[in-house]
């Protein structure tokens, strides 16, 4: 018996059929509508250490991080990973603003979703 190479073998439809619901949300919602809580906002100057309790708590993978009520960065789990894991920071003394993403790219609420996904992956 020959075990089919995933890798290589094309997936044929009735396999893996979409949800109609999935694909009627990437047709027809907007990124505002799709949003399931509104976002963690931190000032600029909050420490990481507070920063990851509110992540925690919230059960959220991202803040978005704001100066004077301006969007200035994000932190992201992915940032955890990358710039502090493994690094020898201080989580009392350390800003959010020395480890987050700046100037992210945001979107109008109205923006589609399919449209936003496709933002993300250029």
Same mark, same amino acid.
């Given at each position: 018996m020959?075990?089919p190479d995933d890798?290589?073998s094309p997936i &044929?439809?009735e396999e ?6 999935l694909e009627?949300? &990437? ?6 509508s799709a949003a399931?809580?509104p976002?963690? $906002?931190?000032d600029?100057?909050t420490?990481l250490?507070?920063?990851?309790? $509110? ?6 993978g991202?803040v978005?991080v704001?100066?004077?009520? /301006? $969007? ?6 992915? %940032?955890v &990973?990358m710039k502090?894991?493994?690094q020898?920071? %201080? &989580?009392e ?15 109008p609420?109205?923006a ?6 496709? /933002?993300? $992956?250029i």
């Open positions: 020959k075990i890798e290589t &044929l439809e893996c059929p979409g949800s109609p619901d009627s949300a &990437l047709a027809n919602e907007s990124v505002g399931s809580h976002a963690v $906002l931190v600029a100057s420490p250490s507070r920063v990851l309790e $509110l992540m925690r708590e919230g059960n959220r991202a978005l704001v100066n004077d009520g /301006k $969007l200035v960065g994000i932190f992201t789990e992915r %940032d &990973l502090v894991a493994g020898p920071t %201080d &989580l003394h350390t800003a959010i603003s020395q480890l987050m993403t700046v100037d992210p790219v945001t979107l609420a109205d589609g979703v399919a449209f936003a996904l496709n /933002k993300m $992956l």
